[in-house]
């Protein structure tokens, strides 16, 4: 089992805590993790836009004038593409977009992806994240505390409204429970600080 330190909201080492290899040393498997994090972001599409063919837009298709004579070229339709107010070509339609990942490859793409975390020393442990006011100022002092290089995703057991309004505001600062936490969010993501009741989750669901 690998031991790590274990910090407050002010950096200060408090503890130690020793991570499962079932959990925190599972093999660095990039092309699973490639796989879902597309599948992720497949499924968040809509894919509900939609124009009109030239068989769908308002209007007549009588000949706009008359075939010869006139110089100019000739048209059957002011539905067409080139007219202003005719019809799109290939018209994107409402489509789906989704992916079906199996709950198996998603579970090892997580814990592939936060184990290749651990090694690149990506992962801080903090005894809790507590934020007491609602306040942006008191989520910044935890990252100047930290001074951490690029993005923070903090994951918890459980956020109260008043962590997720502290973070809201701060572009590089995110949170979320450990039971949403996907592998998007752990690869989009610079660092990721986990709480000692979130590692405890992640190691009972995954034990």
């Known amino acids: 089992m690998a031991q790590v330190k274990v910090f407050n909201m002010k950096?200060?080492?408090?503890?130690?805590?020793?991570?499962n290899q079932e959990v925190f040393g599972v093999e660095y498997n990039e092309s699973l993790i490639?796989?879902?994090?597309?599948?992720?972001?497949?499924?968040?599409?809509?894919?509900?836009?939609?124009?009109?063919?030239?068989s769908e837009v308002r209007g007549h298709a009588a000949k706009p004038f008359r075939q010869k004579g006139t110089g100019r070229a000739r048209q059957?339709?002011?539905?067409?593409?080139?007219?202003?107010?005719?019809?799109?070509?290939?018209?994107?339609?409402?489509?789906?977009?989704?992916?079906?990942?199996n709950k198996q490859?998603?579970?090892?793409?997580?814990?592939?992806?936060?184990?290749?975390?651990?090694?690149?020393?990506?992962i801080t442990v903090l005894d809790k994240f507590e934020i007491a006011?609602?306040?942006?100022?008191?989520?910044?002092?935890?990252?100047?505390?930290?001074k951490f290089d690029g993005s923070v995703l903090v994951v918890s057991a459980q956020n109260s409204e008043n962590e997720l309004k502290a973070v809201n505001n701060i572009p590089n600062l995110d949170?979320?429970?450990?039971?949403?936490?996907?592998?998007y969010e752990v690869v989009s993501n610079k660092n990721v600080v986990l709480t000692e009741s979130a590692i405890k989750y992640l190691e009972e669901a995954n034990a």
């Open 76 to 101: 059957g339709s002011t539905k067409g593409p080139h007219f202003t107010g005719g019809g799109v070509v290939f018209a994107p339609k409402p489509r789906d977009f989704s992916k079906k990942v």
């Open 34 to 54: 490639h796989e879902v994090v597309v599948a992720y972001n497949a499924n968040q599409r809509q894919g509900n836009k939609s124009t009109l063919t030239r």
């Open 133 to 146: 006011s609602a306040k942006t100022k008191d989520a910044q002092s935890f990252l100047n505390a930290f």
């Open 175 to 183: 949170t979320v429970s450990v039971e949403l936490l996907n592998v």
């Open 105 to 122: 490859a998603k579970r090892t793409a997580l814990l592939s992806a936060l184990s290749q975390k651990l090694a690149q020393n990506e």
């Open 11 to 19: 950096a200060e080492e408090v503890g130690s805590v020793e991570l």
